[in-house]
């Protein structure tokens, strides 16, 4: 079974810090994504990658930017935290650009900027 | 663009009720269709998908939904809902052929609250 692992549950920062949220998925998954998840707006999709060292803007991108050294994890960095970055944050993978697969969710990040 | 509307955003049902869920997209080529359910405290999961062929696609838990393509529509149903179906459910569309990176669109979801 593919398993996402985001590495925090729950976290706590303060305004104009620099955030790190990270992701690592065990299934060799080419695909990888970040959403943040608001009531009422759904999952909006920030940015997302489909190799290493690659990545692609997505709907919502203007506060943070993303990290793919390696394929198994996906990096994303809040450059200086601001509260209305305060939401939950949820990776994604999926195999094969292309591939009509779904897509495989982690727990999510509920992230707070104070 | 594409985008995704789900037009419930929070239904209550009792248990034994039938559900409906409706979903429309917008998009003038060929998608591939999806439900994912987040029950409290879990992740997203897959429910059901519909890539070609019989419209009508049943998923986990006796759901199903039916795509309506001259509608844009893809609408989830459960003919009986217990208390564990409480969760939020979304409906996702990504595009299919050269233009399909992988990437999904999502609809606002709806909460679902089943009472027992």
């Known amino acids: 079974d593919v398993k996402v692992t985001q590495s925090s549950r729950y976290l706590v920062k303060r305004t104009g810090e620099k955030v790190f949220l990270e992701c690592v998925q065990d299934m060799d998954h080419e695909n990888m994504f970040w959403y943040r998840q608001d009531p009422g707006l759904g999952l909006r999709l920030i940015y997302f990658?489909?190799?290493?060292?690659?990545?692609e803007k997505g709907d919502i991108p203007e506060g943070y930017s993303v990290s793919r050294e390696k394929k198994e994890r996906f990096s994303l960095i809040l450059e200086s935290a601001s509260t209305n970055q305060t939401s939950m944050y949820l990776c994604a993978s999926s195999p094969i650009r292309r591939s009509n697969q779904p897509q495989h969710f982690g727990d999510g990040t509920r992230l707070s900027i104070l | 663009a594409q985008s995704v509307s789900q037009h419930n955003h929070h239904v209550i049902l009792s248990e034994a009720a039938s559900l409906e869920l409706g979903c429309n997209y917008s998009y003038g080529g060929t998608v591939n269709l999806f439900w994912y359910v987040q029950y409290p405290g879990q992740h997203l999961q897959l429910l059901l998908k519909?890539?070609?062929?019989?419209?009508l696609v049943k998923g986990i838990k006796g759901f199903e939904a039916e795509f309506i393509k001259s509608k844009f529509s893809f609408n989830l149903r459960k003919p009986s809902v217990q208390w564990s179906d409480t969760a939020e459910y979304f409906c996702a569309v990504n595009a299919r052929g050269s233009s399909n990176t992988g990437k999904l669109i999502f609809g606002q979801g709806t909460t679902l609250q089943v009472k027992p």
């Open positions: 519909y890539f070609s062929g019989d419209p």
């Open positions: 990658s489909y190799d290493v060292k690659m990545k």
